[in-house]
């Protein structure tokens, strides 16, 4: 009887011992069956894309870059145009814009130079400064000017005011006749402009 017992008692061992050998190789199974399920995934589908996608953001980088390339050459090109302008504009306020320090001597010779090339004889002149709205540094000249002569020489002092290496505007002109002298009284307002240069 007690070889009996002893026998399936082994038996019953050895049943529990394959019966969990059994669940440790569907456990193993299981495992290896979820672990090629995520390599085929991972061959599928790769964590930063696959090839095709690559390419795309490769392609995709490559334009971004090109259009960054291609806006950095505009903004040069832009900011060279503003230099440019910027040079030229101080070129334009030197050359035809009056300097505040010689205003009554330049305004002067320019009117004199004006009137002696036409023939007109000069009377008085008077000037006003008003500041031009939006501008620290440029204002606006007002003159008025008299001046004696005949017709032809009005019309020359006109073109030759006209062609000054100064910025001058003729804003209003009045021409009277004297009376038996065939010549003109004539009133001008010239209007100029005078940039502040460090007075």
Known sequence: ??????????????????????GALRIALAILLVANVAAAWMYLR?????PEELRRQVASLRRQVAERRLALAQMRQLA?????????????????FIGRRALSSTIDAELINAAESAGITPRDQAYSIEPIEG?????????????????DQLIHLVNRLDRSKLLLIIDSLQATPQQ???????????DA?????GQ
Do not use: I
Not at 1 to 22: C, P, R
């Open 1 to 22: 009887m007690g070889g009996w017992f002893s026998g399936a008692a082994a038996s019953a061992s050895k049943a529990g011992v394959a019966k969990d050998a059994k």
């Open 135 to 151: 501008s620290d540094d440029l204002s606006m000249l007002n003159v008025t000017a008299n001046f004696e002569g005949t017709y």
């Open 180 to 190: 038996g002298s065939g010549k003109l009284s004539v009133g001008m307002k010239l």
């Open 46 to 50: 790769p964590v930063g894309g696959g």
């Open 80 to 96: 060279s145009k503003v230099k440019l302008a910027k040079t030229e504009g101080d070129q334009f306020l030197t050359n035809y």
């Open 193 to 197: 402009f005078v940039r502040d240069d």
